[in-house]
DNA sequence: GTTTTTTGTTTAATCGATTAAACATACATT
DNA sequence: AATGTATGTTTAATCGATTAAACAAAAAAC
């Protein structure tokens, strides 16, 4: 609806000369085109006057690049990623980039939609956290040579570049915390996925016990689904309370598995950390306001974001960059909920 | 970095026709421009054999419509504007739209620089979530005639269209709340703007008081500036706290605002509500999850998303649509921070 | 005074799709 | 047979920018 925009050829009018010199000066190649000094600055006189800004769709058409971003997330209304693609977004737009973000809902079909629009809309490149069974989407970005970067989740037999969390010591670092704080019955709450970093956190946390020596029980490991998160998760903890080997101590693997798992806490009537310590993933403002504030591991979001903007940006710049593998550490953030226990008298 | 794309030119050298006749029946324009039953359905059946994808840019380009919409908001990392996002991504989606992001931080000028990049992205319009001192860009797009609705927050002296919330009613009902549960001395902590809905706030705070025929006191009314929210909050409630009109209820204007009010009254170790009651603006698992569940203003954000991108579509759609000034009702959800007030023995 | 080189500028194809207008046929009317 | 009307299909301009290649005129070289 905007008034017609000023074009190449408005300006070339008012200049008497063709659209070639005006596009020449305009972008700087003056010199390799040996345009005339005097024409030149009339030109440039004549872009300011008409306040000239390019037509990015023409740009695009004819260069093949639409210096756009496709980012993939779960949900932007969670703030897990919403904090992400902040980072993204800014990142992204030191580089001249624009970012368009899509949510998936962990759902792969709306997964394949997103890509499919997103390539449609031209978009350079990709920024991807992907959801559980998307191997194939990602074999199809592979396999039509579309540069990408998946982010905070990874396939470990693919190829591709990534940015993750080291999810196994992270979950290994909060489990040995409880165990030195004198938890002996600790519990996890994770998705029933097969991705790889939440496996690797189950990995990580059965790890910790067994270097504390603790005996590992079935009842203590509950992998709730995506879709049905506030039962299961209700039902997990009221077995793992019931167990012959009741937990002290509860690890969330994600934050909204703990915004869950605390608010049924909650109206149990349980104290935290007296009748059962917490320690979760991902940070939130809501950790921060709970009576007890909560241990959490910290994930280094803002690098996280950074390095994948740059990583893809590279990507496409040139083609055959190196690629990248990258596992960040996360830090056990320890507030009240996983103060030192107090033994029973 | 795809590899190249199949184009209607492809398509067209494959059924031994013109790309006109190609564009023609893949548009479903078989009918007015009478193509041919046999060639219409070789034309399809290569189409769907080739995989076909129309190019975004060249369709754009020619048709100046990007079928994109800019939506500017605050900051996509607060979950009330997330919220928001994950709204309208969802609802412009359904029309056929693709929505790109960019986060203004509250400032005006960074405001300037996404309307200015979306602009030459070639977006079709606009919804705006406005930040102070924007009414210059607002009133330049309206002299460039481009399509946008405002959301959440508008100019009072602006004809423009917009979807905000009743502020004064909400802030009104707020007030009134309190008072019904038996509270005298009421607090409201409100940003130093002058956005409009953020005066409204005010004003229906005030004029709750005045119904309930409570002697407004000076000190209870705190404006805080944006970037200094943290140390503002701390000195207004220890001032609050320490006057003659001691006040027993606390308003909190937005979501951000209740959040490090909370944190600084938990760490006060003020108990809510015995020692203050507490409303606040802008939902939030951080609410669900205090100790003391939080009585709140509830903003009807779907229909809030909703309608603005409904309004935006169907401007574009028809130019010279009527203007459309729609204000919503909030709700107050009454939890436990605002139980009838126990009178002091 | 030619020929070559340098300097300055224009032409025209291209990116991929859309669409009015022109152009062919075939068929129907009288 | 001449004319009119459907029915199919192609041509070519267009959206706005980029850029290799062609062109022209002036300056330098011999």
């Not at 709306?110 to 069974?133: A, C, M, P, Y």
């Amino acid at each position: 609806m905007n008034k017609k925009k000023v074009s190449l050829k408005d300006i070339a009018e008012k200049a008497q000369v063709s659209t070639a010199l005006v596009s020449y000066v305009l972008n700087g190649k003056e010199k390799e085109s040996r345009v005339g000094h005097e024409i030149a600055a009339k030109i440039k006189a004549i872009a300011r006057e008409f306040n000239y800004e390019p037509n990015y769709l023409a740009k695009s058409l004819r260069s093949g690049k639409t210096q756009t971003i496709g980012l993939i997330i779960a949900d932007i209304s969670n703030p897990f990623f919403a904090n992400i693609a902040r980072i993204v977004e800014d990142e992204a737009k030191k580089y001249g980039y624009t970012v368009i973000i899509g949510s998936s809902d962990e759902q792969a079909e709306k997964s394949w939609d997103l890509i499919n629009v997103l390539l449609n809309r031209q978009v350079d490149g990709f920024i991807i956290v992907s959801s559980e069974n998307t191997e194939e989407q990602i074999q199809y970005l592979i396999d039509k040579n579309v540069a990408f970067v998946l982010l905070d989740r990874h396939f470990p037999d693919l190829p591709t570049d990534f940015v993750s969390l080291d999810s196994h010591k992270a979950a290994f670092d909060a489990g040995a915390h409880l165990i030195e704080q004198g938890y002996r019955n600790i519990g996890l709450i994770a998705y029933k996925s097969r991705l790889f970093h939440m496996k690797e956190r189950i990995r990580g946390y059965r790890d910790s016990l067994e270097v504390g020596q603790i005996a590992f029980q079935p009842e203590w490991l509950k992998e709730v689904a995506f879709h049905t998160v506030e039962e299961e998760i209700k039902a997990g903890i009221d077995d793992m309370l019931a167990s012959d080997h009741k937990v002290d101590a509860l690890i969330f693997a994600t934050y909204r598995l703990a915004i869950a798992g605390l608010k049924y806490i909650n109206s149990l009537g349980l104290k935290v950390p007296d009748d059962l310590a917490i320690v979760s993933f991902g940070q939130a403002e809501a950790f921060d306001l709970y009576y007890c504030p909560i241990t959490y591991v910290l994930q280094p979001m803002e690098e996280l974001g950074k390095t994948a903007v740059e990583i893809l940006v590279s990507k496409l710049k040139n083609s055959n960059a190196e690629q990248q593998q990258i596992l960040m550490q996360a830090q056990v953030m320890v507030r009240d909920s996983s103060r030192l226990k107090v033994p029973v008298a």
